[in-house]
């Protein structure tokens, strides 16, 4: 058992505190930008909570950040009431952001100067790979740092992988979202194109999910597109549309050519145009081909 504080209680974040208490028995202190959130946690797992990142931080083992943005991550990691000033020498930071590899690399050095452990953590898997404690974690950070966090990262993790230096966490996961740009759009296309051409839509998935088709995307979203549905469920277009705007700006600065991802995130632009931002981003492409 650890001293272990989680910051943010989102779709993400309350579930896989959730899984530090109760499934791996740590003794467990959140905090929520809207502290009403933190205190309902609090009723439904036990555990505590806390006013302030510092004081939730403090003398924790490990403390696990999962917020918005770039900016959202400096809010709670800096300041007098940021988590570096409430963490003791010898603790580990582990964000589970997406953001990018250049505030991951600024927070890894602003930790190592203060003698904390860091390691830029983004998961994927969704809400229910949060609920069900089966996230695909992707790590930036020095191994025995890794080495050290990993048992408490496992209790919400399917697999959890060391990929290099601090910011490569973050970097494979623009590898991760750039893919699902591209499989999610020619999921639409081919969903919608079997409509089109009046073909049983659940006996053509049948048959092609069991060849080199088959996808993540079309095992779980196909039925959605093909009833046209794309509210109240998945991963949010507004939220793709953030993971996109990182990975193409590195692209910019790493001389990288993404003209799919690109492409595709013009067309979550016209989603989020047509009130869709809160739609599942890979169901709701197809809007864009079947209705007017």
Same mark, same amino acid.
Not at 36 to 47: I, L, P, T
Not at 96 to 108: C, D, K, L, M
Not at 144 to 158: E, M, R, S
């Given at each position: 058992m650890a001293k272990v504080a989680f910051l943010g209680l989102g779709v993400m974040g309350y579930p896989m505190a959730g899984h530090l208490l109760k499934k791996g028995g740590h003794e467990v202190t959140v905090y929520n930008r809207t502290a009403a959130k933190?205190? @309902?946690?609090?009723? #439904?797992?036990?555990?505590?909570?806390?006013p302030t990142p510092r004081e939730a931080a403090k003398d924790c083992d490990f403390v =696990? =950040?999962?917020?918005?943005? $770039?900016?959202?991550?400096r809010s709670v990691v800096y300041g007098d009431n940021g988590v570096l000033a409430g963490m003791k020498k010898g603790a580990i930071l582990v964000d589970h !952001?997406?953001?990018?590899? !250049?505030? &991951?690399?600024?927070?890894? @050095?602003?930790?190592? $100067?203060?003698?904390?452990?860091?390691?830029?953590?983004?998961?994927?898997?969704?809400q229910a790979g949060a609920v069900n404690g089966q996230l695909g974690i992707m790590c930036g950070g020095e191994p025995p740092t890794f080495d050290k966090v990993k048992p408490v990262i496992d209790v919400y993790a399917k697999m959890a992988a060391l990929i290099g230096e601090p910011g490569a966490g973050q970097l494979t996961k623009m590898v991760?979202?750039?893919?699902?740009? %591209?499989? &999610?759009?020619? *999921?639409?296309?081919?969903?919608?194109?079997?409509?089109?051409?009046?073909? $049983?839509? #659940?006996?053509?998935? +049948?048959?092609?999910?069991?060849?080199?088709?088959?996808?993540?995307?079309? #095992?779980?979203?196909?039925? @959605? =597109? &093909?009833? *046209?549905k794309a509210e109240g469920f998945g991963f949010a277009t507004e939220w793709m549309r953030k993971d996109m705007g990182i990975c193409l700006d590195q692209a910019r600065r790493s001389g990288a050519r993404l003209p799919v991802a690109a492409l595709v995130d013009q067309f979550w632009s016209?989603? #989020? &145009?047509? +009130? %869709?931002?809160?739609?599942?981003? !890979?169901? +709701?492409?197809?809007?864009? *081909?079947?209705?007017?």
């Amino acid at each position: 058992m650890a001293k272990v504080a989680f910051l943010g209680l989102g779709v993400m974040g309350y579930p896989m505190a959730g899984h530090l208490l109760k499934k791996g028995g740590h003794e467990v202190t959140v905090y929520n930008r809207t502290a009403a959130k933190a205190q @309902q946690w609090v009723k #439904e797992y036990g555990g505590k909570s806390a006013p302030t990142p510092r004081e939730a931080a403090k003398d924790c083992d490990f403390v =696990m =950040m999962c917020v918005g943005n $770039d900016d959202d991550l400096r809010s709670v990691v800096y300041g007098d009431n940021g988590v570096l000033a409430g963490m003791k020498k010898g603790a580990i930071l582990v964000d589970h !952001t997406t953001a990018s590899a !250049t505030v &991951a690399r600024e927070i890894f @050095q602003k930790a190592r $100067d203060k003698g904390i452990g860091f390691v830029d953590a983004p998961v994927s898997g969704g809400q229910a790979g949060a609920v069900n404690g089966q996230l695909g974690i992707m790590c930036g950070g020095e191994p025995p740092t890794f080495d050290k966090v990993k048992p408490v990262i496992d209790v919400y993790a399917k697999m959890a992988a060391l990929i290099g230096e601090p910011g490569a966490g973050q970097l494979t996961k623009m590898v991760n979202q750039i893919c699902i740009a %591209g499989i &999610a759009e020619g *999921l639409a296309e081919a969903v919608a194109f079997a409509k089109r051409n009046n073909l $049983d839509v #659940e006996k053509v998935i +049948g048959v092609i999910s069991k060849g080199a088709a088959q996808s993540w995307q079309m #095992e779980n979203r196909w039925k @959605q =597109m &093909a009833e *046209l549905k794309a509210e109240g469920f998945g991963f949010a277009t507004e939220w793709m549309r953030k993971d996109m705007g990182i990975c193409l700006d590195q692209a910019r600065r790493s001389g990288a050519r993404l003209p799919v991802a690109a492409l595709v995130d013009q067309f979550w632009s016209h989603l #989020e &145009a047509r +009130g %869709g931002k809160r739609w599942d981003s !890979t169901a +709701g492409l197809i809007q864009l *081909l079947l209705k007017d």
